[in-house]
C-alpha cells in the first residue's frame, strides 16, 4: 500500500484544521507501515484520531450552524472504519487493507471539497476556532459578497456557548 504525502493541495489556510489532517496523514501512514501483529494497534489509534478530528470539526459547524452534510459523511466513515476493525479482530485482514487502499481517495476528496467549503466559511464569518468567537471582516461583510455569494450570516459575537 502506498503510503499518504502531506502537500500544499491539502493545505486550506486554517491551521488547526491543517495541522489536524496532518496528523490524520501521518495516522494513516502508521497504519500502512506497520507489521501485520501491530496493524490492529495501529487502525485502533487512528480510529481515535479521527474520532477527535470529526468531533473538532463538527462542534465549528455546529457554533456557526454551517448547513449540509459534512457531519453525516464524518459518520458514515466511523462506522465503516469501526466495522472493519472488528472484522480484521475477527480475522478478515483483506477489509483492513482494502480500508487503507480507499481512503487516501476518500480524504483527497473531503478535503478540497467539504473542508474546504467549511474552512472558507469559517474564514470569512471572521470565526477563531481556537477561541470560538466570531469577529466579522472589515466592511460589514464585504468579503463575503466578493467570494460570490457564500453562506454568510450574521452571526453573534460568540459561536455557541462550548470552548472549541
Known amino acids: 500500500m502506498a503510503l499518504m504525502q ?41 480510529i481515535a484520531h479521527t ?13 456557526v450552524d454551517f448547513p449540509g452534510c459534512h457531519r ?9 472504519m469501526r ?3 472488528q472484522r480484521i479482530e475477527r480475522g478478515d485482514a483483506f477489509l483492513g487493507k482494502r480500508l487503507m487502499e480507499e481512503l487516501p481517495a476518500w480524504f483527497d476528496n473531503h478535503v478540497s471539497g467539504m473542508d474546504a467549503a467549511l474552512a472558507f ?3 470569512s464569518i471572521g470565526f477563531d476556532v481556537e477561541t470560538g468567537v466570531i469577529t466579522p471582516p472589515e466592511g460589514g461583510g464585504d ?11 450574521s452571526a ?3 459561536a455557541g456557548a462550548e470552548q472549541v
Open 143 to 153: 468579503r463575503c459578497a466578493s467570494a460570490g455569494g457564500c453562506a454568510c450570516t
Open 83 to 85: 466495522d472493519v476493525r
Open 6 to 46: 502531506w502537500n500544499e493541495q491539502l493545505a486550506l489556510g486554517l491551521g488547526k484544521m491543517d495541522k489536524t489532517h496532518e496528523e490524520f496523514v501521518s495516522h494513516y501512514n502508521a497504519v500502512v507501515e506497520a507489521a501485520p501483529e501491530q496493524f490492529l494497534a495501529r487502525l485502533d489509534d487512528f
Open 121 to 123: 466559511h469559517l474564514d
Open 51 to 63: 474520532e477527535v478530528h470529526f468531533d473538532q470539526e463538527n462542534r465549528w459547524m455546529e457554533q
Open 156 to 158: 453573534p459575537v460568540r
Open 72 to 80: 453525516a459523511e464524518h459518520d458514515r466513515v466511523l462506522v465503516v
